[in-house]
């Protein structure tokens, strides 16, 4: 077996278990013996490009257990999106480096930087394997089941809707939520498995996958404040109309308010409360109603501290792991994809190696079975994909019950 | 001993813990023999008002124990002050139903609540006890050395910034997150707790007890951002200026755009992200900086299902009880107090009766020995005062370390 030089590196959004699966990497990789070294890219292409190595080869298990556990990417990340010149310059790098394998651990993004990274490879005849390594907490890669990160954000999602839907209950009123999701809505959907009993909420949820306009998005809360005297509501940052148009462009239109654009010229939906904000000013306006909250997730649900899932846990350590492996015993290009075995009853994860292309630049969104004809819910058949996911400390509500006590006096308005 | 009838309720914004406080009353009333009956009021002293109770003197204690592990008030809460008139109402239901003690978990509000009842009982000549039961996550209690459900929000708020301050690190820039607090800091300066190393974040910290100008906030994460290529920012929500202009009203007329106000005419603080990205927007313009975000923590550090700290659930299970047993065996009226036992090494809370007068309608802020000179982070005091608080189970993280490769290429920019 020919000497090998393993490369990793962490790009994009960092999630709650991106660690597990760069941990997985390096130990699989310390159980080749003709491993020379494995390093870590500093922020991911960026650290490929300035040569901003550091040595894991040798690094404390221990040390690197608890930095598994640790949510973020721990070598740093990056929103660079490399181009052939980018490329080819890292490709410099990697030969100078004698870098045999390199693996990229990231979204769409990050999977077409492989595929381009490959191709410069094969072109200059330098022999590389890349593999793509999934994570993403949208879940929107295709030819994956869900990707590694997106269960513990679910979870996240899950655990804050159920907490504010008690708190609604027990001060009634309107509570709107923003959770992330341009074009995939499954991290909004999550919120569907906040629900233990009947009534509980969320009570709507939207999704970018369908059209919303807002006298609909407000005949549903009206509706469901009149039956319950309450309602939670569920809003992916991407929700926009039947032509494409961000719904948070057409509210600040409406209050004559501006939105702020990214440097692509993408109206900003992250890193903002905008949306959340116009959409309690709506209801309080038009329904006249007078308790009126919102709260936009923001960066609370890529980032806290203390909210995995062990399945998301330990999917992800595999990844990790089986990439190292294709990559090492089988000399494997491509991208590492999360499926489940359907023909074994319960939830059973299953790894497969799929070709960069199936992947790369493309975005999955929900399926129209996970979506509600109504398009304001999620259907069972999405409780049932997620539930598995979540792991097993998922947090029970319980509601006071209790035997009414018979009025002694008339009751007083 | 004479039969006893206990009426609990409870009022304001739920907390993680308060329905521990709940059945920590319940249990301990149904270890009395006398006990005639323990009620629960739905939604506090409205409840009251329109007798709307449920028993719970025979309750399954299996399902109580569920409920007191299930945060937001289990009962309902209200937002109503009752004043004398509505007090008197109250009275006529309570004596309708034989009521011998009233329990009332709450702020500051609702202990003046008791106040006015109690006296109101007295000028009318029905014997009756009233004990209130602290509860805040504002921590803003006087003579309390904290109050029960502040512990669990700054759990909260610690894994959020320990968490935000991790993906700062990994995609560096300027994050911003606003925290509870009109008047108390408290809960914003529970962000120091997510610091484990040097030049971890958050790197500022501003309260409301301190005057702030945003030229000097400005400055402020100029200086960090320079320093550390990065910078994470606590802001009390209540943040203003040496007038009292709350920082959020002095931005908004910069840009021209209103403020709500709630009913009381106040600049609504709460359920809004409009000083998040208010401040963003200023980093970004006035300091050029590009990566700026913004989050508010609203509803998710008060109801986010999943975050206790056992401390505090064990305090707040113990104030309910405590409050019992005063009532029931002593007769008395007033407040339950949690103090700390200064005398024995270690953290020992314990608990004491102090007058109704003491607390009601009172607000208690930060000392002075917790905030630091310049007014931009907390003291070792306060760290110090608030890390036994946070229980047991304080997620830990690791950063990556590594010997740095040594480049082989020059470093290309």
């Known amino acids: ?35 020379q070294a494995v ?55 990697i030969k100078a480096h004698g870098i045999t394998h390199f693996l990229y651990i990231g979204g769409n993004d990050s999977s077409d930087t492989v595929r381009i990274l490959m191709e410069q490879a094969a072109r200059s005849g330098h022999e590389l394997a890349g593999l793509h390594i999934p994570k993403t907490i949208d879940n929107d890669l295709m030819g994956n089941d869900h990707t590694p990160g997106f269960p513990s954000a679910a979870k996240f999602v899950a655990q804050a809707f159920a907490g504010a839907d008690l708190y ?41 996958e369908r059209a919303l306009d807002i006298d609909r998005f407000l005949a549903d809360v009206k509706a469901v404040h009149e039956r319950l005297g309450r309602c939670v509501v569920a809003v992916s ?5 039947t032509s494409g148009v961000p719904l948070i462009s057409q509210l600040a239109q ?16 992250s890193g903002t409360g905008a949306l959340a904000d116009l959409l ?36 992800a350590r595999d990844v990790g792991a089986v990439a190292v492996r ?23 994860s299953e790894y497969a190696l799929q070709p960069l292309e199936a992947v790369a630049a493309k975005t999955r969104v929900m399926e129209d079975a996970f979506i509600n004809a109504a398009g304001n819910d999620v259907t069972p058949a999405f409780v049932d ?27 007083q308005e």
Request: hydrophobic share 40%.
């Open 280 to 315: 309690c000013e709506e209801i309080k306006a038009r329904l006249g109603i007078k308790r009126v909250r919102g709260d936009t997730f923001g960066y609370l649900q890529r980032s806290f501290l203390g909210c995995v899932s062990d399945v998301d846990a330990r999917e």
């Open 168 to 208: 609604n209950a027990a001060l009634p009123g309107v509570y709107v939520a923003v959770v992330m999701g341009r074009h995939a809505g499954f991290l909004t959907a999550a919120s569907a498995l906040a629900r233990q009993g009947v009534d509980d909420g969320p009570h709507l949820i939207y999704l970018p």
């Open 39 to 93: 390093y870590g890219a500093r922020h991911g292409v960026r650290g490929v490009l300035h040569e901003d190595f550091v040595d894991l080869t040798g690094e404390d298990i221990n040390h690197l257990e608890r930095v598994a556990a640790t949510p973020a990417s721990a070598l740093g990340s990056t929103r660079d999106k490399p181009d052939e010149a980018y490329c080819l310059q890292m490709l410099e790098v």
């Open 237 to 241: 940052e991407g929700v926009h109309d």
């Open 254 to 269: 409406r209050r004559g308010a501006g939105v702020e654009r990214d440097a692509h010229g993408n109206v900003q939906l």
């Open 326 to 348: 294709l990559a090492l015993k089988h000399g494997a290009t491509g991208s590492v994809a999360v499926r489940r075995d359907s023909t074994v009853p319960g939830y059973v």
């Open 385 to 411: 994909y997620l539930r598995p996911l979540l792991g097993s400390a998922l947090p029970q509500a319980e509601r006071l019950r209790g035997r009414a006590v018979a009025k002694r006096l008339k009751p």
């Open 1 to 35: 077996m020919s000497p090998v030089k393993l490369l990793i590196a962490q790009g994009g959004g960092p999630t709650a278990v991106i660690n597990q699966s760069l941990v997985g990497a390096v130990l699989a990789a310390r159980a080749f013996p003709n491993l």
